[in-house]
């Protein structure tokens, strides 16, 4: 087991990048191989906003009132203008404050 003082942390933090890196570099080579029609790109597309649908409802159960209207801010102006990082940006705005008034 690995211990959680000294340098414990830094490694299990490097194990999980590692981790990550290996899975996203796996899916690029096995993508590679697939050759890509219309039938599999729908397939991405739709797994994409499912990955994210399935992150976000458990928040929004769980969240408090701040957090609950940071979702609504990110998603209301994801829907405006289509661009991810504005909305998040707003979305983290909007919860500092509201938890800071």
């Not at 003082?5 to 590692?18: D, E, F, K, N, Q």
């Not at 979702?71 to 500092?96: C, D, F, H, N, R």
């Amino acid at each position: 087991m690995i211990s959680t003082s000294g340098y414990g942390p830094v490694l299990i933090i490097a194990c999980m990048a590692l981790v990550t890196l290996l899975a996203r570099f796996g899916g690029v080579f096995i993508m590679g191989l697939i050759p890509l029609n219309r039938r599999i790109e729908g397939f991405i597309n739709g797994m994409a906003g499912s990955v994210l649908i399935a992150v976000l409802v458990p928040i929004a159960l769980q969240a408090d009132a701040g957090g609950r209207l940071a979702l609504l801010a990110t998603g209301a102006l994801m829907l405006w203008l289509k661009q991810p990082m504005p909305a998040i940006a707003l979305g983290i705005a909007v919860a500092a404050l509201y938890r800071a008034l």
